[in-house]
């Protein structure tokens, strides 16, 4: 069983940092390219960052510049460094990662930025 945990989400003011965690546990074989979603309240998911098993990095507009999406030492943790947030970067943030050839999601980890 391969279970996904996000972690590092918070309250934030306008203009400050977070950094989110997602690590990956259980039986893995395979990693390969893991992403990064979120979805605010009424709205549909949306894609933010994405990191292939090369090491390929791609980011939404809406985040590009302000994102960072990187692995860990321990291949089995991505992480996604977030400066400058903004009030519609309120989101639960969520990691998709396809282990073992199955994609696996997290439950989530809360961002909510406000003065």
């Known amino acids: 069983q391969v279970q996904l945990v996000e972690s590092g989400g918070g309250l934030v003011q306008p203009g400050g940092s977070l950094r989110l965690s997602c690590a990956a546990s259980g039986s893995i074989s395979s990693l390969s390219a893991m992403g990064w979603y979120r979805q605010a309240p009424g709205k549909q998911r949306e894609y933010v960052a994405s990191?292939?098993?090369?090491?390929?990095?791609d980011y939404a507009d809406s985040v590009k510049g302000r994102f960072t999406i990187s692995r860990g030492n321990a291949k089995n943790t991505v992480y996604l460094q977030m400066n400058n947030l903004k009030p519609e970067d309120t989101a639960v943030y969520s990691c998709?990662?396809?282990?073992?050839?199955?994609?696996?999601w997290g439950k989530g980890t809360q961002v909510t930025v406000s003065s």
């Open positions: 990191i292939a098993s090369g090491g390929i990095t």
């Open positions: 998709k990662w396809r282990i073992n050839g199955m994609d696996y």
